[in-house]
């Protein structure tokens, strides 16, 4: 009995048990329903296999894909006064705060970096809308200028910087709307040193994000479908009281209407930001994959045929 009882029946429990499946294996598209694998829908960036329908995407996944071999190095941003107006609604901010840095993974709503993309070295900046909907706070304020300083000190670096808001964080009331022209005045430094700035537009980038910052690039691009407004075609709907046309505020709208410069997909953002980049800067075209730069290697050559007896 006991080989029986210690041996036969787990065996043949396990076999027919049930097993618990992890939740986060498998995550449902917001545009056609579709339900994704998590580990194809990442390898895919956040991108719908179905229906191209670019989903919201973490700061560190997004520069994980973007820059070279996936390595780049943070930059320090000063952490503001915590909750400086002691603000309460249904919960205190504080919570607020604890709760999104719980689920996020994150400290704040906005990560800045410093590394290379296709050899071509550039500071970058990304909102995380899942950080309480990536609302503009005095830290965002506070990274942008951080950006800002790293891009414009020595000869300068090209700023890139991804929009992903719902606007200003009201529960820093006008701090928050403070950070509108003092985000505006630190591009000014990027552009002093005659070095482009450019923002990726994505979905959704509203409120008083899209009225200071997120417009002041030299050039606009955007990833497909990305909602891009001031006030959103509901609020508008309901104060105009008629229908908006299709697709009004949508990044495919605006590039017809001339609001933006292009709308690319998230896997070919890399090598259109390195091309112009190096348009802009006048540099040499830039390096696809980890092969030698072409200029380099004719030098090289040249260098070898010289050295060599004749």
């Given amino acids: 009995m006991n080989w029986i009882t210690n041996f036969v029946r787990p065996k043949i429990d396990s076999l027919f048990s049930r097993r618990e499946v992890p939740g986060n294996l498998?995550?449902?598209?917001?545009?056609?329903?579709?339900?994704?694998?998590?580990?194809?829908?990442?390898?895919?960036?956040?991108?719908?296999?179905?229906?191209?329908?670019?989903?919201?995407?973490?700061?560190?996944?997004?520069?994980?894909?973007?820059?070279?071999?996936?390595?780049?190095?943070?930059?320090?941003?000063?952490?503001?006064?915590?909750?400086?107006?002691?603000?309460?609604?249904?919960?205190?901010?504080?919570?607020?705060?604890?709760?999104?840095?719980?689920?996020?993974?994150?400290?704040?709503?906005?990560?800045?970096?410093?590394?290379?993309?296709?050899?071509?070295?550039?500071?970058?900046?990304?909102?995380?809308?899942?950080?309480?909907?990536?609302?503009?706070?005095?830290?965002?304020?506070?990274?942008?200028?951080?950006?800002?300083?790293?891009?414009?000190?020595?000869?300068?670096?090209?700023?890139?910087?991804?929009?992903?808001?719902?606007?200003?964080?009201?529960?820093?009331?006008?701090?928050?709307?403070?950070?509108?022209?003092?985000?505006?005045?630190?591009i000014q430094m990027v552009k002093s040193k005659r070095k482009p700035f450019i923002v990726v537009l994505t979905n959704p980038t509203t409120g008083g994000v899209t009225a200071s910052f997120a417009m002041l690039g030299d050039v606009h691009f955007a990833e497909p479908n990305a909602l891009i407004c001031f006030a959103g075609p509901r609020v508008i709907e309901q104060t105009i009281r008629e229908k908006l046309p299709e697709g009004f505020q949508r990044a495919e709208y605006l590039l017809e209407h001339g609001m933006i410069d292009r709308v690319t997909p998230r896997k070919n953002l890399k090598n259109e930001l390195a091309s112009i980049i190096a348009l802009l800067c006048n540099d040499d075209p830039p390096v696809l994959g980890d092969l030698p730069k072409p200029f380099e290697e004719a030098r090289g050559a040249e260098a070898n045929a010289e050295s060599s007896p004749a």
């Fill in 26 to 186: 498998w995550s449902k598209c917001d545009e056609c329903g579709i339900m994704l694998f998590h580990r194809e829908l990442q390898r895919n960036l956040r991108v719908c296999t179905n229906c191209d329908h670019h989903m919201q995407i973490s700061p560190r996944e997004r520069f994980h894909a973007f820059f070279d071999n996936g390595i780049y190095k943070e930059i320090e941003v000063q952490e503001p006064l915590v909750d400086p107006l002691k603000f309460k609604d249904q919960k205190r901010y504080t919570e607020r705060l604890k709760k999104a840095r719980h689920d996020t993974g994150d400290d704040e709503a906005m990560l800045v970096a410093k590394g290379e993309i296709n050899r071509v070295e550039i500071i970058a900046a990304a909102q995380n809308f899942a950080f309480m909907g990536g609302s503009m706070g005095m830290y965002v304020g506070n990274a942008i200028l951080a950006a800002c300083e790293a891009a414009a000190k020595d000869d300068g670096l090209p700023l890139v910087l991804f929009t992903a808001a719902g606007g200003a964080r009201m529960q820093e009331g006008i701090l928050s709307l403070m950070q509108m022209p003092r985000t505006t005045a630190a």
